[in-house]
């Protein structure tokens, strides 16, 4: 059973940095590229990264370039999302999914769920003062 468990989330000040952490289990982790996507309240999902097998390919959203950093620990099995500089903008749940194949592909700034087959149970990031 393909397995996907956020976490890392919490209460940040603005300026703050987080890591956010994707535990893998029931496939082969190396076999597949990963991507984080975020909901904030009321809004459309929205992609953020696709990173591919190896963590030496990586996809971002235009306006996350910069403070956004995904990797990978295939060791591990866990898939990590740095966050710098956070603000109030980037308050929302996040979470990880399963891609299809093992290259990294860009994806529109804005997706269905059926985007992915698998998706973990998401982490909440609130970024406030």
């Known amino acids: 059973e393909v397995r996907l468990v956020n976490s890392g989330g919490g209460l940040v000040k603005p300026g703050g940095s987080l890591r956010l952490s994707c535990a893998a289990s029931?496939?082969?982790?190396?076999?597949?590229?990963m991507s984080w996507v975020r909901q904030a309240p009321g809004k459309e999902l929205e992609w953020i990264s696709t990173i591919n097998w190896n963590g030496e390919d990586a996809y971002y959203e235009e306006s996350m370039k910069g403070r956004f950093t995904a990797s990978r620990d295939n060791a591990k099995n866990t898939l990590y999302l740095q966050i710098k500089n956070l603000n109030s903008e980037d308050t929302a749940e996040y979470y990880c999914?399963?891609?299809?194949?093992?290259?990294?592909?860009?994806?529109?700034?804005?997706?269905?769920?059926?985007?992915?087959?698998?998706w973990g149970q998401g982490t909440q990031v609130t970024v406030s003062s």
């Open positions: 999914a399963k891609d299809r194949g093992s290259a990294a592909t860009p994806r529109p700034s804005k997706i269905q769920w059926n985007e992915y087959d698998y």
């Open positions: 029931g496939f082969t982790f190396d076999d597949y590229a």
